[in-house]
């Protein structure tokens, strides 16, 4: 009864609030604002192209095996059910600012027959959360020749190619190795080349026993000095320490313009051959959001919004995440990072409903809290940032591990209160004890 009667005071829409993207920050929005407007008139709509969630940092531990999506993914339909917004799976194609109106694409099965025409959807308000995909500078034959890991499909689709050659490693007399090389020594490509050295070592524990570690090849590629780039050096010493104590081989100052079938060219002409290519050296906005709409968007198509998230063309549209653009007072832009996704939520959040109640909206202020970087079981690191650490604090070891498995929890938190998430860490704890450490098939 409180609830409904909170709701009154509130100016309301019959058309609903969109949020497009169901990531780490559209999702945790969605959630709060459906369960802020559950019992009043105003809609809130959720559009994904996909029909679950997964937290993107952890889009490494898929494509490794160590996470499995089918368990440990948000289910987008049935989350919405309980947290009072709906969800629309669809591909945004176009954006009618004059009408407010969003264009769907057409969705079609694995045969390209269609199951919904395109569509057309009314909104009061629209938050873009849309994340960030690889950004692979076009450089040429990346697309057609490497694996980006920015979705869930990707880590998955990577997953059953590593699982693959694995079964050919194990059935080959040959001492040629597994041969996988990665371009880009930020967090995805540092920690995936750890848990793919903890994928062999788990594997050969379940009979793999061809699948020894001179027979991985693993390999970074990484054009800047050195690698972490974003994180301070002491921090980046300390994990190339340990990558190379498991064997995997990092390159520096390694610039490269091509990819092939064989691997790739580096900016002297010389083949770093590789079967399993990667790309991870850089994000950008889904291309489609260049001037969308006649917004303003910055060169890797991010659009740009003012202090209080709306972008500086449109007060009814937000931006928040990888995919908003956002200049603080030092001069330099919120970082794409799954913090960032967090905070604009929390505060679009708080700026919509003091929008719907005629009250002045505020203005946002990025806090970095440090960076936490996994290898795996093997260590954690990185450094804590805050009012409690003075400055920055470097840890690593077991307490990193902690604080980098506390950010998720974090996460599952905000979009399922504390009580559900202690029952999804116990059930997660059992099904350690259950299960397989490696997903399988």
């Known amino acids: 009864m409180f609830a409904r009667f909170k709701h009154k005071s509130h100016q309301t829409h019959p058309d609903p609030i969109i949020i497009l993207g169901g990531g780490a920050g559209g999702l945790e929005l969605a959630t709060q604002l459906g369960n802020y407007y559950r019992y009043s008139e105003q809609k809130i709509l959720l559009i994904d192209q996909n029909k679950r969630h997964v937290w993107k940092p952890l889009f490494h531990e898929v494509a490794s ?11 987008y339909l049935a989350h919405s059910a309980n947290h009072g917004f709906k969800f629309v799976q669809g591909t945004m194609t176009g954006l009618e600012r004059d009408h407010k109106k969003i264009n769907l694409a057409a969705i079609t099965d694995d045969n390209g027959e269609q199951i919904l025409p395109e569509r057309t959807i009314n909104y009061s308000l629209l938050v873009f959360a849309l994340g960030s995909i690889t950004n692979d500078f076009a450089t040429q034959g990346a697309k057609q020749h490497c694996i980006f ?11 059953q190619h590593l699982m693959n050659s694995f079964l050919k490693l194990q059935a080959s007399d040959t001492p040629d190795p597994l041969e996988i090389a990665i371009v880009g020594a930020g967090a995805t490509g540092v920690e995936l080349a750890a848990e793919l050295f903890k994928t062999a070592e788990l594997l050969r524990s379940y009979g793999y026993d061809n699948v020894t570690d001179n027979r991985l090849k693993i390999t970074i590629i990484e054009a800047s000095p050195r690698i972490l780039g974003a994180l301070p050096e002491r921090i980046a010493n300390a994990a190339q320490i340990e990558l190379k104590k498991i064997g995997v081989e990092i390159l520096t100052n390694t610039a490269i313009t091509e990819v092939t079938s064989q691997g790739f060219i580096t900016k002297q002409q010389t083949l770093i051959p590789a079967s399993i290519r990667v790309w991870a050296a850089g994000v950008k906005a889904p291309d489609f959001l260049k001037d969308i709409g006649g917004l303003a968007t910055n060169r890797i198509n991010q659009l740009e919004v003012k202090p209080s998230l709306q972008t500086t063309l449109d007060d009814s549209i937000f931006a928040i995440g990888d995919c908003a653009s956002y200049v603080m007072e030092n001069g330099t832009r919120v970082p794409p990072r799954a913090q960032s996704a967090h905070q604009m939520a929390t505060h679009v959040y708080k700026n919509i409903i003091a929008l719907l109640r005629h009250k002045p909206l505020t203005t946002y202020v990025y806090r970095d809290y440090g ?6 079981s093997y260590s954690t690191v990185g450094n804590l940032m805050g009012n409690l650490t003075k400055g920055s604090m470097v840890i690593e070891g077991h307490i990193a591990r902690l604080v980098y498995l506390a950010l998720y929890r974090m996460h599952q938190i905000a979009l399922h209160g504390y009580r559900k998430t202690f029952l999804m860490m116990l059930v997660g704890r059992l099904n350690r004890r259950l299960r397989p450490y490696l997903k399988l098939h």
């Open 371 to 376: 960076s936490l970087v996994s290898l795996s």
């Open 65 to 75: 095996g160590s996470l499995d999506a089918d368990i440990d993914g948000v289910d």
């Open 149 to 159: 890991l920015d979705s869930c499909e990707r880590a998955e689709y990577f997953n």
